[in-house]
């Protein structure tokens, strides 16, 4: 390939994400991954994206908002040029109801909701219908517009396509070349504290399943009791996941996933018979400030760095991959304060 503008390590959602904005404006592109595509937790099975509560609103819950939104868009444009697939479906989400306590929150969130999310969303209060609900104690549920779904692995092709498309290899090893972008995930947020001398963040695994289980197509995800319950296009149903700190193993399953299972199928009956026909495991990015890590690399010169997207980085994709263009290519500098490298680095 030619001489690359910019060599990105990392083939995970955050490294092709930010290649493809890259070469849609006319950058050339070089992603390098020892390990491969979606080798982490880019290639997991669940793909919940879920947006925070309208309340307590700060430029995080705004940032992950307006990606949310855009998200059709960009997705929309990676399957027209590569025609794969991702998955993507803004289908909206249910969650139980269960006492006064929760329908008074509730109720707050859904006023919240209609001036935060600008009439481009809605978060409302429904009664519980059919079998494709969680078990609510009061009949009610919340059911928000706003959630989506997207299958991890199948974006992960999909945004190899489309960059193929575009001339940009994605490669196991190779010279670096042009300016440098770092999104490397769990291990290298321990390389970069080990090169700083301090933590800034850590590898959290978690534990999934997929269920044979054919739902309507676009049916919302369904949340209660911590679990995400996703539907997918493809006839399965993802659930998870566990939050594991400390793990010998990155990608074993045990008795935490058995749990999980468990627990999905007393809070959603309808999941009762469906039978286990995957069982995943692996490591997600968790910057020391919970928010992702994008913006100058705060060791290397004339480097950038993209980590951090733990639980939202398929969410938070979209907008992160165009500002961080903006940034790498134009020098616009739009990152929140709490997403720069050194709000991990306190």
């Not at 928000?144 to 575009?166: E, Q, W, Y």
Request: glycine share 10%; proline share 6%.
């Amino acid at each position: 390939m030619a001489m690359a503008d910019i060599t990105i390590y990392g083939a995970g959602i955050f490294g092709l994400s930010i290649a493809w904005s890259c070469v849609t404006r006319g950058a050339t592109v070089q992603v390098i991954d020892p390990y491969g595509v979606g080798a982490g937790s880019s290639g997991g099975v669940v793909g919940a994206l879920a947006p925070h509560t309208p309340e307590n609103w700060n430029d995080k819950k705004q940032f992950q908002f307006e990606s949310l939104i855009m998200a059709n868009r960009y997705w929309g444009a990676v399957e027209q040029a590569g025609g794969l697939s991702t998955g993507y479906a803004r289908s909206g989400r249910l969650q139980p109801i269960n006492d006064d306590r929760a329908l008074e929150r509730a109720k707050t969130r859904r006023v919240g909701a209609k001036h935060l999310w600008q009439g481009l969303a809605e978060f409302e209060i429904v009664k519980a219908a059919g079998t494709w609900s969680p078990k609510s104690e009061s009949g009610l549920v919340i059911h928000d517009t706003l959630s989506g779904r997207i299958h991890p692995r199948m974006t992960c092709a999909a945004l190899v396509a489309a960059l193929a498309s575009k001339g940009c290899d994605v490669v196991a090893e190779g010279a670096p070349d042009g300016i440098i972008v770092e999104a490397t995930g769990w291990r290298g947020l321990l390389e970069l504290a080990e090169q700083m001398e301090q933590p800034v963040g850590n590898g959290v695994k978690g534990q999934a399943a997929v269920l044979q289980f054919a739902t309507a197509p676009n049916a919302p995800q369904l949340f209660a009791d911590a679990l995400h319950i996703i539907p997918h296009s493809n006839g399965t149903v993802a659930i998870g996941s566990t939050s594991e700190r400390l793990f010998d193993d990155p990608t074993s399953t045990d008795q935490q996933l058995d749990d999980v299972v468990s627990r999905a199928r007393h809070a959603f009956p309808v999941l009762q018979d469906a039978p286990v026909i995957e069982r995943w495991a692996g490591v997600r990015p968790r910057s020391k400030s919970r928010a992702p890590m994008i913006g100058h690399h705060p060791v290397q010169k004339d480097a950038f760095i993209a980590n951090g997207g733990f639980k939202i980085g398929f969410g938070m994709a979209p907008k992160i991959a165009e500002i961080m263009a903006d940034l790498i290519l134009n020098g616009t500098d739009r990152i929140p304060e709490d997403f720069r490298p050194e709000a991990s680095l306190r």
